[in-house]
């Protein structure tokens, strides 16, 4: 990766969702990163819930 990261890091989620959807985040990402994503199913938040409970069980 030949880009890094600057200093100017901002807090606010508007500025954020700008950059996101302007494509700015993926210039921070590893090229094997899947770039498409699909809202999860009900049963996989489950299964990583009761995952989640497991481990601090």
Partial sequence: ???QATGTRSDDP???AVTVEAGGFWRLVPGWVPRNF???APAL???VESGLR???A
């Fill in 1 to 3: 990766m030949t880009e």
């Fill in 14 to 16: 508007d500025e954020l």
């Fill in 38 to 40: 699909v809202e999860p």
């Fill in 45 to 47: 938040l489950e299964h």
């Fill in 54 to 56: 497991r481990l601090v």
